[in-house]
C-alpha cells in the first residue's frame, strides 16, 4: 500500500517520518494527524496534508539530517522525493489556485497560469502512471485528475467562442449540482434513496427551494464541506487575471509539458527515451494522456479520446476554436 515513485513505495508512515525530520512539522503527532483527519470527508485538511508533503519538493538535500543522509540509498530516495512532493504541490496549487501558504490569499494564478499548471501536472503524471501503473495511484484517481484537466480547456475555449469575457476555474465545478442533489436527498423524512421516478417529482420542488435559497441566503445554513476558503472561491475576492480573450490555450499546453519535462529530467530518475514523447508517438500508437499504455484505463468517458501527446505548436489558436 501507500505511493510508488520511481522504485521507492511510500506509505503513511514513511511519509510521517520525512515530514518531521525535516522540521515540515513539528511532530510526528501532527504529521499523524495530517493523515487521519477526524472527517474523511474535508477538502481542507486533504489540502493541508497535500501542502505540507508539498513542501518536499523544495528540501535540498543539505536540508535533511545528516543521520539520514548517511543512510544506504538515501541519495536515490531524496529524489523521489523531490518528485513526490512535486505532484502534491500541483494538487495543491490546482484547488487552491496559488502556490503560496495555503493560509494566506497568495498571488493568484490567472487563466493562463492555471492551464499552463494543468497540462505540467496532467504531463507528470502521465510519465509517472507510465513507469508505476497502478502502483502509483489508482487508475480511477489517474482519469479523474485528467478529465478534470481537460474539462478545464475545453470549458476556457468554450468560453471564448461564446463570448464570456471572465473565467473564473473555481465555478467550473458540479457544486450546484451537488447541492441540489442533496435538497432532493433531504425530502420525504430524510429518505436517501429514490428511484427515477420519485427523481422527477422531487426536482420540482428542489428547484423551488434552491430559487428560495437564492432570494435569501441567510436562511440557508451552508454544508460544513463547501465553506472553506481555501478549495471554495468567490468572485469578489478572487486576484487573478479572468479574461480568456488573450488566453492562448495551445501555448499553454506546450508550455506546461516543457515544464514537466524539465522537472522530470531535474530528478534524473527518468531515461531520455523514457521521457521522448516523439519517440513515444511513433513507436506505441494509441498512446494518450487517457492511454498511458495503450490501454483505457477507468470508468469510460467516451471510447475516443481527444487529448493526445502531439506537439501542437504548428496549430494555430484561431484554428483550434473554429474546429
Not at 518536499?56 to 543521520?67: F, H, K, N, R, V
Request: aromatic share 10%.
Amino acid at each position: 500500500m501507500g505511493i510508488t515513485i520511481f522504485t521507492c513505495n511510500f506509505n503513511k508512515v514513511d511519509i510521517t517520518h520525512i515530514l518531521a525530520i525535516t522540521g515540515i512539522v513539528t511532530s510526528k503527532d501532527e504529521a499523524h494527524r495530517l493523515f487521519h483527519p477526524e472527517d474523511l470527508m474535508d477538502v481542507l485538511e486533504t489540502v493541508k496534508c497535500m501542502y505540507a508533503i508539498g513542501r518536499l519538493a523544495d528540501m535540498e538535500w543539505y536540508d535533511y539530517p545528516a543521520q539520514w543522509r548517511s543512510g544506504l540509498g538515501n541519495q536515490h530516495k531524496y529524489k523521489e522525493l523531490r518528485l513526490l512532493g512535486a505532484v502534491a504541490k500541483m494538487a495543491c496549487t490546482a484547488i487552491v489556485g496559488h502556490e503560496d501558504d495555503i493560509t494566506e490569499e497568495g498571488n493568484h494564478l490567472s487563466v493562463s497560469e492555471y492551464l499552463t499548471l494543468l497540462s505540467k501536472f496532467a504531463h507528470v503524471l502521465f510519465f509517472l502512471f507510465r513507469k508505476n501503473k497502478t502502483d502509483f495511484i489508482p487508475a480511477q484517481n489517474y482519469r479523474n485528475w485528467q478529465e478534470m484537466v481537460k474539462n478545464m480547456f475545453i470549458s476556457v475555449t468554450k468560453a471564448k467562442v461564446s463570448g464570456v469575457e471572465d473565467f473564473y476555474w473555481f465555478l467550473n465545478t458540479s457544486k450546484k449540482i451537488e447541492e441540489f442533489f442533496g435538497i432532493m436527498r433531504s425530502f420525504a423524512g430524510g429518505n436517501l434513496n429514490f428511484d427515477s421516478l420519485e427523481l422527477r417529482n422531487r426536482a420540482g420542488d428542489a428547484a423551488t427551494c434552491d430559487w428560495i435559497w437564492g432570494e435569501h441566503p441567510e436562511w440557508k445554513e451552508p454544508s460544513r464541506r463547501l465553506t472553506s476558503c481555501v478549495d471554495r472561491k468567490n468572485v469578489r475576492s478572487w486576484k487573478g487575471d479572468t479574461k480568456v480573450a488573450n488566453v492562448n490555450e495551445v501555448a499553454c499546453w506546450n508550455d506546461g509539458r516543457d515544464q514537466a519535462l524539465a522537472l522530470l529530467n531535474s530528478v534524473e530518475l527518468f531515461s531520455a527515451d523514457e521521457l521522448d514523447i516523439d519517440l513515444i508517438i511513433e513507436t506505441e500508437a494509441g498512446v494518450d494522456m487517457f492511454r498511458p499504455y495503450c490501454r483505457t484505463i477507468g470508468v469510460l468517458a467516451g471510447d475516443r479520446a481527444e487529448y493526445t501527446l502531439a506537439d501542437l505548436d504548428e496549430v494555430g489558436d484561431d484554428e483550434e476554436v473554429e474546429a
